[in-house]
């Protein structure tokens, strides 16, 4: 996203991956959010499937079924890939499949080396990923900040999303119906790799969805705590980080697909800028990504906890939530914008507050958003 805008600019750019296309360990989810600011996301002719419904399950909570207002645009991740190095590519960018093994300044400038030599740089842009090996640029976190997906393509047909909770568990299982496959993962934190393993083979094996013929993926998603936003590195003087590189992921959702191209166009507006000098454009896209995205991902990254484990009337905040998504046309309709990726997380509480009424209120803020309820000079 970010070669594609440089080139169209004018500026001569080299974008190096070392795979190219490939099928990465994501769903493949874009949000109405994404596919509405960047219409090029769904007006194409390649592979996708429109996700019209979901169903939330949790094991005390029970299940619900609703229609999304807004489809979820599921892509296989070779697909989407390889549409987004195209566009590049048209747009005059040099496709090169290198992989980058060191970076280093230098007369304010860049020296990047490769396995087959080096490229002299005027400014970098760092899309390397949760994985990235290049320690002086991109965020940098503890394991507290990270969470673990795996999962399998599965073959098969359906026409609904899936998503399982599960008690006292910070994550969640998918099944997105991809078109030819299904991809069915999860992704979590506070367990070992071999628990959330298990719990996803349990899943498969009770809803009937078979290995025999599955390939399986696994991967580390960038999933920051509250106090880790106000530190992150983003970025510095003569390079930017975009996506995952930078920690650009919903701390609830684990979706990243939208920030990674939502950042990427940030990082070559910053670069295009002519405000300041070329070793100082930085600081235009650190507050880009500090107006939008920081405050409210920090929120969702304190509020993740309280929702995943806390409990909510002797069962858990999910289980209440797909109770209260049964009886409540309102609630339902929030969801969906959450899935729409439409309603953020500092104005949920509001939003929440505005849709529900008394005792119900007070014990639904208490237990997802952390609301303290005041009565008559006294804390209940």
């Known amino acids: 996203m970010a070669a594609a805008r440089l080139a169209s600019a004018g500026v001569e750019t080299v974008l190096l991956d070392e795979k190219l296309a490939w099928e990465k360990p994501c769903g493949g989810g874009i949000t109405y959010k994404a596919y509405k600011q960047y219409p090029f996301l769904v007006e194409n002719s390649t592979p996708k499937r429109a996700v019209r419904e979901a169903t939330l399950s949790e094991p005390k909570g029970g299940s619900v079924t609703m ?67 290049l320690r002086n640029v991109g965020t940098e976190w503890s394991a507290s900040d990270t969470m673990c997906a795996m999962g399998y393509f599965v073959p098969g047909e359906r026409e609904r999303i899936d998503i399982q909770f599960f008690p006292n568990f910070e994550g969640y299982i998918w099944v997105f119906p991809r078109c030819g496959h299904l991809s069915v993962g999860i992704c979590g934190k506070g367990e070992s790799s071999q628990k959330v393993k298990e719990r996803l083979h349990r899943y498969m094996q009770e809803h009937g969805i078979p290995l025999e013929g599955a390939t399986f993926y696994g991967h580390l998603i960038p999933a920051l705590e509250r106090m880790s936003w ?139 958003l952390g609301h303290k309820v005041v009565k008559e000079g006294r804390s209940s």
């Not at 296989?76 to 590049?88: G, Q, V």
């Not at 040099?94 to 002299?120: M, P």
């Not at 000098?277 to 920081?294: M, Q, V």
């Not at 002797?314 to 209440?320: D, G, H, I, L, N």
Request: aromatic residues 6%; glycine residues 10%; charged residues 25%.
């Open 67 to 133: 229609p999304l207002r807004h489809p979820l645009l599921v892509y296989s991740r070779l697909d989407l890939n390889r549409m987004l190095l195209e566009r590049a590519e048209h747009a005059g960018v040099r496709l090169e499949k290198e992989r980058v093994t060191g970076l280093e300044r230098a007369d304010e400038k860049w020296r990047v080396q490769t396995r087959s030599g080096v490229i002299d740089a005027d400014y970098v842009v760092v899309a390397m990923g949760a994985r990235n090996t």
């Open 230 to 368: 106000q530190r992150n590195r983003v970025c510095g003087p003569g390079w930017v980080a975009a996506g995952d590189a930078a920690g650009l992921v919903d701390p609830v959702t684990g979706e990243g697909l939208y920030y990674a191209i939502r950042s990427g166009d940030l990082a070559a507006e910053a670069v295009l800028s002519e405000r300041h000098g070329l070793s100082d454009r930085h600081n235009e896209y650190r507050a880009a990504i500090d107006r939008e995205f920081t405050a409210d991902l920090s929120f969702g990254a304190g509020l993740a906890k309280r929702f995943f484990v806390q409990q909510l009337m002797f069962s858990s905040v999910p289980a209440r939530m797909i109770e209260l998504m049964r009886h409540s046309p309102r609630m339902r309709e929030i969801v969906q914008d959450l899935f729409a990726g439409t309603q953020g997380y500092l104005d949920l509480k509001d939003r929440i507050l505005n849709n529900l009424n008394g005792t119900m209120r007070e014990i639904v803020m208490g237990g997802m």
